[in-house]
């Protein structure tokens, strides 16, 4: 299988697209059509899980041409307990089938045997095409993701700098040499990436960067030229496509963004039929990006 | 439901036992007569989620009155997939039956509403006592667990410094004031935990330290007496009882520490029926650890 970083890039050229569409389920949020049909959802997680199922294959449906990815957010899929899990695992799959890469948003961090059990349920078993990882341990809690980047053509997101105000608790630390921890281990994510960088010049060991932080977007972009962002918090706290020019380089790539909750319940905002408002939200998200990636509308 | 310090301590007490037993499942590794049981299982996810059914379920019983938790590792289930995480879920309510605290080992983190939903499945869909949480987001990431430990007698351990080598890399990074991050850590631990102080005079907030690291479990002891201690690596490079002795405070209580495959694989080097195995290597860690923490055989 071919390098990731060259999979997810070069979809972001075929598909003039730098969009990833977060599934992040929540019923309370659904378009009452859906909810409608699954009356005892609430309290059955089976019905629950079986109402997800409609509404993200939907989603899929709505989003395939558009998003270059989709990113499962494993916490909804395990709080609904085991059919959730199982939803999760066919959704890669289904997704996949619709010419989606699948970023699962995992943000696992072990020691190196149990981190090896973790790239193998999510690369794996479950089948993702990258997998969101916690740096804390450090290299040989990273090493079995690295080793599938290397010889299986997947990918990783090193979680670098987040978009939650309290990110900067311990990410922002001061360190002795002059350095914040989030350099420094964006310094470790650069490394780690040496070994699988693809021929579009991108390592398949890419950093998780906050739309909420755009100036450390631009530094980190300029800092290490080949690792690929993946910038969360799109449409929150302000942080629109203009904030993120810095995220990406000179030739407008490099960098693809998440928003969920936007794209999925856009019906909210925009009416109609909820489908439609997924799609057109996604697509004024992609030719937004696009212009601000290339200083032309796609 | 009382506060889990309280129930964890007073397990302590009850059973003159640290001892937690992690179940990390590993068909090469498990007896032959429970393998001999299940012929297809390294083609069949379903039959080894059963395979695994059988053995941590006579591990359960084997322990039931030695140690005080048990300590599920989630990566090794969900790399079974859907039946893996279904397993999960019983062997929490199995191990409860018995009279067994559980200790999710998730080591989940992620940004506010992200942590609720892992909360949620944790502590309470799955129904642990307490999970394993990853600082790295900082204190909204970790808000949605504390609530439950305040409001519902939950606990959780934060990663303050891992037993495996490369901990170092981030974790002991030395910041301007001239601490290390772990350090940093700890403090905001001691913080968290501060609205949830048990009777027994420790939080429902408590540190993972490994037994790698007897100085700094020993430093961390003095300058947080109300943060419970959970220690992972016990047997493992070389750190044996003798090297936890200042993980314990003066009346020999306030950690727990944790070993896996050498109580669950123990007949490998005992010989013999495999269950009494097992157990027998439970019972000698509990006397070891107690004669170090009490200054006397339990």
């Known amino acids: 299988m071919s390098n990731f ?24 949020l ?3 059509p859906v909810r409608d049909l699954f009356p005892g959802a609430l309290a059955d997680p ?11 294959t939907d989603v899929l449906d709505a989003v395939a041409d558009i998003a270059v990815a989709v990113k499962p957010q494993l916490a909804y899929f395990e709080a609904l307990g085991s059919p959730g899990y199982g939803l999760y695992e066919e959704l890669v799959s289904e997704a996949q089938y619709r010419g989606l890469l699948v970023i699962a948003d995992a943000k696992r961090g072990d020691i190196g045997s149990t981190a090896d059990a973790y790239a193998r349920a999510h690369l794996d078993v479950a089948g993702a095409d ?20 290397r010889a299986h053509g997947k990918g990783i997101f090193v979680l670098v700098k987040t978009s939650n105000p309290s990110s900067s608790e311990i990410q922002d630390l001061a360190l002795v040499d002059g350095r914040r921890v989030s350099g420094r281990v964006a310094e470790l994510v650069e490394r780690w990436g040496e070994d699988c960088i693809g021929d579009l010049g991108y390592a398949s060991v890419g950093a998780v960067v906050g739309a909420t932080h755009p100036e450390e977007l631009a530094s980190l972009r300029v800092a290490h030229p080949e690792t690929p962002f993946l910038v969360p918090g799109y449409g929150a ?14 030739a407008g790539t490099g960098a693809v963004v998440n928003s969920s909750r936007a794209v999925l319940y856009a019906y909210r905002e925009r009416g109609g039929d909820w489908r439609k408002a997924a799609r057109a939200e996604a697509d004024d998200m992609r030719r937004a990006l696009w212009a601000v990636a290339r200083g032309v509308t796609g």
Chains 1, 2 share one sequence.
């Open 46 to 56: 089976f019905e629950l899980t079986e109402c997800y199922r409609v509404f993200l």
């Open 5 to 28: 970083a060259d999979r997810l890039l070069g979809a972001v050229e075929a598909k003039s697209s730098h969009v990833v569409v977060g599934l992040d389920p929540d019923f309370t």
């Open 30 to 32: 659904l378009p009452g």
């Open 130 to 149: 990258a997998v969101t990882v916690n740096p804390w341990f450090g290299t040989d809690g990273v090493e079995p993701f690295l080793e599938r980047a």
């Open 237 to 250: 706290q302000g942080a629109g496509a203009d904030h993120l020019r810095g995220a990406f380089d000179k």
